[in-house]
Structures are given as C-alpha cells and as structure tokens.
C-alpha cells in the first residue's frame, strides 16, 4: 500500500496508473511525478526530451515534468505507479 500525506498527497492529487515499461507506446497521459516500490534506472521521455535515463531513482515519490514514456529497455526500477492530473481521452 502507498500512503502519501500532506504535499506529497497534494502533489499527486488527480489520477494515477500502474506503469509497465514499453518501447513501443506512450503512456497515454502526460504524468507529473512517479511512485517507485522498487529503485532503480528509468529510460523515459518528459518535458520534450527523448531517450533520458535516470540514474538510480529511489523508492517514493519522484516529480518530474511531463513525462509521456517510459522504456522497458534501460528501465530496471519496478513497481511504477505515475500520477497525472487530467484523464485522458478514451
């Protein structure tokens, strides 16, 4: 279970999907911060970078700016859960 209080519960406030890593496919929403249960590398694309790698992402919350993907290739953290405030159309 994640429990989030105060400004990180604020922060995250909107909706939320488990991610599984591809290299194919966008997310489908434009998230603003990611929940790690298990740390680790994350190859993503935000804010109109393409390809970046975060190195050693910690287990919690991490904001980062309009991220739309995350790669399955160069992605060894796990348990990705990414928070975005708008639903995305379906």
């Given at each position: 279970?994640?429990?989030?209080?105060?400004?990180?519960?604020?922060?995250?406030?909107?909706?939320?999907?488990?991610?599984?890593?591809?290299?194919n496919e966008d997310l489908g929403f434009v998230a603003h911060a990611l929940y790690v249960?298990?740390?680790?590398?994350?190859?993503?694309?935000?804010?109109?970078r393409i390809g970046v790698l975060l190195r050693g992402v910690p287990v919690g919350l991490t904001?980062?700016?309009?991220?739309?993907?995350?790669?399955?290739?160069?992605t060894s953290a796990s348990g990705i859960v990414a928070f975005y405030r708008e639903k995305p159309v379906e």
């Open positions: 279970m994640i429990t989030l209080k105060g400004a990180e519960a604020d922060a995250v406030a909107g909706f939320f999907a488990f991610v599984i890593p591809n290299d249960c298990v740390p680790g590398d994350i190859k993503s694309d935000f804010a109109g904001r980062i700016p309009a991220l739309t993907k995350i790669y399955k290739t160069g």
